[in-house]
């Protein structure tokens, strides 16, 4: 599927011209996939995707700067877990040039619905849609020539015209680099689209994805967190996991550029047979290792801040980084005891522990500076705190803690701070409402 000279895609385009005249002017269902960028007035199209977005309460869009990492099945198995665990999910492809993603969920043989300015996309489950220029292609072998202005376009379309409904999550699957089709999505989605990285562990993965790092910076948004693809590889046998392509690489990158490290994922034959066969992998391997990894992953998008709620931490919750190593974590006292009012505090314990090992392995108790605006969470800073642990803290604390990248739990109950991270480490804090959620 070429384009004109005029932008269009349409087989039975000959004009130079092609006026909205001469049928292909409302291009909503016609010309192609839709891709024609100037044959509507910028405005409806605009409102119509402004309309659609704010149904939308998360947008995760997978990218990565290396092509052959993984991410369409990453992206794939987010979206399907997701919408496993109970969300409405919204997963699309704006990979123009190489759609996998029909085949990853055995969908191939699908088609849409096109009515005047509406597209039904494709239900793969009730809680599933799914939208790729892959169902829109005469057939698997037709190649997509388009330039950067038709991508935008129909990319635009498919955010503005297809009716996704309301959304607790939308997948988006980009193609690798840092072009024209991460650029579009971003801009589109605006700065609440939040970005997952998928690397593998090889130095020169590593290279390329530091720059899509460095891209979703510039361009306004949130990495949400990186992702280490391949990382190893189960044996079908014995289900141990061999570093064949090494190990550790998407976490030292984390580490780096001070995002989260979401998780690492071993690479299962069994995942290589699902991609092939289009059967999806996390439905039917639940138990396996490759299975729990990406499970793993899923987990804190599952624990976003609904974003409609108003609160100011939800827009910063994304900057505190998953823990992992030596860290230091903050418990505020009063009368030895974890106090449910961190500002107030009468001493700051400050607890070394190993969240490998899930150890503590030292302890200190510091004076913390009078209460006052803006003073406490620069001053943990200064301390190397990676984590602070209290019974209720403001919003705008959390909201600064957060753009430290010191994450912050809240609601815990009392004991002493030894006892306090230990059950924290052993997955046992008991956690209530923020006390002081003001």
Known sequence: MSEKACGCTSTDCSSSGCSPDSGHGGHSGGCGSGGCGGHKELAPEQDRMNRTLRRIKHKIVVMSGKGGVGKSTVATNIAVGLSLAGKKVGLLDVDVHGPSVPRLLSLRDAKVHIDANHI????????????????????????????GPVKQGFIQQLLSDVTWGDLDYMVVDCPPGTGDEPLSVMQMLGAD????????????????VRRSVTFVGDVGNTVLGIVENMSGVVCSQCGHVENIFGKGGGMRLAQEVGVRFLGDIPLDPEVVRSGDEGYCFLRVQQESPTAKAIQKIIKPLLLLPDPQSGSEAAAAFAAAPTLCG???????????????????????????????????TGSELVTPPPHEPNVMPAFVERLGVNLVIAGGMGQKALKQFYEKGIAVVCGAQGGTPVDVVTQYLQGKLLVGTNACDH
């Not at 689209?193 to 562990?201: E, N, R």
């Not at 230091?328 to 500002?343: D, E, N, R, Y």
């Open 120 to 147: 039904e996309p494709v239900a793969w489950s009730d809680n599933l849609s799914v939208m790729s220029l892959g169902f829109l292609l005469p057939n698997a072998y037709q190649p997509v020539i388009w330039r």
């Open 193 to 208: 689209a939040k970005a997952v990285i998928v690397t593998t562990p090889q130095g020169v993965a590593i290279d390329d």
């Open 326 to 360: 030596e860290v230091k974590i903050a418990v505020p006292l009063a009368k030895g005891q974890l106090t449910q009012h961190f500002g107030h505090c009468e001493q700051l314990a400050v607890v070394t522990a190993n969240m490998d090992t899930k150890t503590v």
